[in-house]
Protein backbone atom coordinates (compact mmCIF):
# COMPACT_ATOMS: atom_id res chain seq x y z
CA UNK A 1 0.00 0.00 0.00
CA UNK A 2 1.09 3.27 -1.07
CA UNK A 3 1.63 5.80 1.37
CA UNK A 4 -0.44 9.18 0.36
CA UNK A 5 0.90 12.36 0.98
CA UNK A 6 2.66 15.75 -0.23
CA UNK A 7 5.07 15.62 -2.19
CA UNK A 8 8.35 17.52 -1.31
CA UNK A 9 8.72 20.22 -3.56
CA UNK A 10 12.29 18.98 -5.22
CA UNK A 11 10.60 15.41 -6.26
CA UNK A 12 11.08 16.28 -9.61
CA UNK A 13 13.98 18.69 -9.55
CA UNK A 14 16.74 17.14 -12.31
CA UNK A 15 19.85 16.00 -10.17
CA UNK A 16 23.26 15.25 -12.26
CA UNK A 17 26.84 14.46 -11.17
CA UNK A 18 30.06 14.48 -12.29
CA UNK A 19 32.90 12.06 -12.15
CA UNK A 20 36.22 13.63 -11.23
CA UNK A 21 37.79 14.17 -14.84
CA UNK A 22 34.30 15.21 -16.19
CA UNK A 23 34.41 12.62 -18.67
CA UNK A 24 31.19 11.39 -17.86
CA UNK A 25 27.83 12.88 -16.61
CA UNK A 26 24.97 11.04 -14.36
CA UNK A 27 21.69 12.40 -14.38
CA UNK A 28 18.31 11.57 -12.62
CA UNK A 29 14.97 12.48 -14.01
CA UNK A 30 11.51 12.21 -13.93
CA UNK A 31 10.28 10.69 -16.94
CA UNK A 32 6.45 9.58 -17.28
CA UNK A 33 5.74 7.56 -13.77
CA UNK A 34 9.04 6.16 -13.65
CA UNK A 35 12.69 7.85 -12.50
CA UNK A 36 15.45 7.56 -15.22
CA UNK A 37 19.07 7.20 -14.65
CA UNK A 38 21.30 8.59 -17.91
CA UNK A 39 24.81 8.15 -18.10
CA UNK A 40 25.97 10.53 -20.48
CA UNK A 41 29.89 10.59 -22.30
CA UNK A 42 31.07 14.27 -22.34
CA UNK A 43 31.99 16.43 -24.15
CA UNK A 44 29.04 14.77 -26.86
CA UNK A 45 26.37 13.66 -24.49
CA UNK A 46 26.24 10.61 -26.15
CA UNK A 47 24.26 8.22 -24.11
CA UNK A 48 26.13 5.08 -22.47
CA UNK A 49 23.76 3.50 -20.39
CA UNK A 50 19.92 4.37 -18.86
CA UNK A 51 17.85 2.48 -16.36
CA UNK A 52 14.31 3.42 -15.00
CA UNK A 53 13.04 2.52 -11.73
CA UNK A 54 9.57 3.53 -9.99
CA UNK A 55 11.32 4.65 -6.94
CA UNK A 56 13.15 8.28 -6.31
CA UNK A 57 15.71 6.84 -4.12
CA UNK A 58 16.61 3.44 -6.41
CA UNK A 59 17.29 6.18 -9.13
CA UNK A 60 19.53 8.10 -7.02
CA UNK A 61 21.71 5.04 -5.37
CA UNK A 62 22.12 3.58 -9.30
CA UNK A 63 23.45 7.12 -10.07
CA UNK A 64 25.94 6.98 -7.51
CA UNK A 65 26.68 3.84 -8.11
CA UNK A 66 27.54 4.46 -11.71
CA UNK A 67 29.75 7.31 -10.03
CA UNK A 68 31.40 5.73 -7.83
CA UNK A 69 32.34 2.62 -10.33
CA UNK A 70 33.69 5.29 -13.35
CA UNK A 71 35.70 7.29 -10.94
CA UNK A 72 37.08 3.98 -10.03
CA UNK A 73 37.64 2.76 -13.59
CA UNK A 74 41.42 4.64 -13.59
CA UNK A 75 42.40 3.84 -10.32
CA UNK A 76 44.12 0.62 -10.02
CA UNK A 77 46.35 1.10 -12.88
CA UNK A 78 47.83 4.26 -11.52
CA UNK A 79 48.78 2.49 -8.30
CA UNK A 80 50.58 -0.07 -10.50
CA UNK A 81 52.31 2.48 -12.14
CA UNK A 82 53.23 4.31 -9.00
CA UNK A 83 54.97 0.53 -7.92
CA UNK A 84 56.92 0.57 -11.33
CA UNK A 85 58.44 3.99 -10.67
CA UNK A 86 59.90 3.24 -7.02
Not at 9 to 18: A, G, Q, T
Amino acid sequence: MAVQGRRRFDDDRIVRYETDEKDFEIEVSRTLQKWCVTVYQLPDKNILAQDFFPERWRAMARAQDFVRLLNQRNKPEEQGEDRHHR
